[in-house]
């Protein structure tokens, strides 16, 4: 299982966005939670899943924001599960709680933690996960306004027309942007989070 622990960053000196997160999270992920995004204390929400690819993807979409310190805790949870987040238990959360306090005092504000019965290590993940959301801060509002189109399933073709430029031009933001290794270091990511998961 996938716990994520989300916590506000620098809080006590900006709005709650609590509630507007989990919003965004739940209509990203609909019903793929095992345990559906909740506020647990203060500025801090948590959910459950079971997939790495949607897991990854929340995590890389609230790291986007800067706004969020995000821990991915990789591991098993105690059943019967809960109907709510906030009484579930298990290694998966407590690695997310270790993970989302380390992520609290590094500059990709991200962290992921794997508990020891598993079958990877978190020096095996959690280095990529970090390069790859470093990759993305890098990443220019325009390479952002190109890949949300390309990754709301338009075209090159198609961008360059709704964004009124040339076919040209979507070609030099796609490579500044990095985007060619989106899909693939995506791909390699989930494979290892996958794995990650496993029994060891």
Known sequence: MYALTVDQVDSRHDDDRVEAALRRVADAIGSRAVLAPERTAGDEFQLLLDDAGVALDVLLDLTRQ????VGLGVGAV????????RAARGAAFLSAREAVERAKTVPEHVAVEIAPDRRLRT???EPLVAQAVRARA???????????????????????????????????????????????????????????????
């Open 66 to 69: 800067g706004e969020w310190s």
């Open 78 to 85: 105690d059943e019967p599960l809960p109907t709510s987040t």
């Open 123 to 125: 020096a095996d993940v």
């Open 138 to 200: 890098r990443r220019s509002d325009e390479g952002w306004e190109l890949a949300d189109l390309l990754r709301a399933g338009h075209s090159r073709v198609d961008a360059a027309g709704i964004l009124g430029i040339t076919p040209q031009a979507v070609a030099k933001r796609y490579g500044t942007a990095e985007l060619r290794t989106d899909d693939a270091v995506r791909a390699a990511l989930v494979r290892l989070l996958t794995e990650a998961a496993l029994p060891a």
